[in-house]
């Protein structure tokens, strides 16, 4: 039963990201900066740590392309890095104990990770004339506080929920 909560949950994250954009403009705080959720990914993220990291690199590839399909111009960038992204965040895990500080700090490299490489990769095509200095200091460092906010938050009740997740699926024969 928990595994149609964990798409729905996702699902409704996906949502969320797009009212939270809509509703929620850089310009209420008198600034130009670019503020860019990606609770979506932190789920993702912590489904991978504290659930099944297989079914985390799954939903990256779904969310991934659904994320380019309706949000990006370029397809193909968050459905190679959702799944890369988490992939690598899995793999940091094992090294390091499975704390809700260390997953939510790891969390946020990973969201730095998937910032840089889009932001390269749009540069390399010429989608933006923007240089680095700019992009960190009007879209990366404020993405990273938007989404340090989120986490403290939800990083409690995500690492609960995907335990419970992750010992319902191990109950199944």
């Known amino acids: ?27 209420i705080f008198n600034s130009n900066r670019i503020l ?15 659930g099944n990291r297989n079914i985390g690199i799954l939903y990256g590839f779904v969310f991934g392309i659904l994320f ?13 890095m959702f799944p890369f992204v988490v992939y690598v ?36 095509i010429h989608l933006t004339s923007m240089d680095f200095s700019s992009f960190l200091n009007l879209r990366l460092f404020p993405t990273l506080v938007l989404n340090a906010a989120f986490l403290v938050i939800v990083a409690y009740p995500f690492k609960r929920f995907f335990e419970k997740y992750a010992a319902e699926r191990r109950e199944q024969p």
């Open 36 to 50: 860019i959720p990606h609770f979506l990914l932190i789920g993702i993220l912590f489904l991978a740590v504290f």
């Open 68 to 80: 380019d399909i309706i949000y990006t111009e370029i397809l193909g960038i968050y459905f190679f």
């Open 89 to 124: 965040c899995s793999k940091i895990m094992k090294v390091f104990h499975n704390n809700i500080v260390v997953v939510s700090i790891v969390s946020l490299i990973s969201i730095s990770l998937l910032e840089i490489i889009v932001y390269e990769m749009i540069l390399i």
């Open 1 to 27: 039963m928990r595994k149609y909560l964990v798409v729905a949950l996702l699902v409704g994250i996906f949502v969320l990201e797009s009212i939270f954009t809509e509703l929620l403009p850089a310009e």
